[in-house]
């Protein structure tokens, strides 16, 4: 079964930078779509990104011009750079991938901003 691990999470000033990573246990270029989504407390979870084998990439509103997704395929990795971060970009953010149909998240690694 293919797992996907997220790493890089903490705890960052607003304001400030992060970048996340997410490690597939096979290769990722068997996955159509790659990205993220993230779960603040108690709300919904919501997309926060994609990015397709093609190079598409597609962002929620709010994180347009400070997040970015990207793709090493040769690594099997996933990032996510996440730049001006504000306190409401506090979640937990997972990494996703959909696979011949299948849909699959990580189990997240929690992102706190805050002064």
């Known amino acids: 079964q293919v797992q996907l691990v997220e790493s890089g999470g903490g705890l960052v000033q607003p304001g400030g930078s992060l970048r996340l990573a997410c490690a597939a246990s096979?290769?990722?270029?068997?996955?159509?779509?790659m990205g993220w989504y993230r779960q603040a407390p108690g709300k919904q979870r919501e997309l926060v990104g994609i990015?397709?084998?093609?190079?598409?990439?597609n962002y929620t509103d709010s994180v347009k011009g400070r997040f970015t997704i990207s793709r090493d395929n040769a690594k099997n990795m996933v990032y996510l750079q996440m730049n001006s971060l504000k306190p409401e970009d506090t979640a937990v953010y997972s990494c996703y991938g959909q696979q011949y149909g299948l849909h699959i998240w990580g189990p997240g690694t929690q992102v706190t901003v805050s002064s």
């Open positions: 096979e290769r990722i270029s068997s996955f159509n779509t």
């Open positions: 990015r397709t084998t093609s190079g598409t990439t």
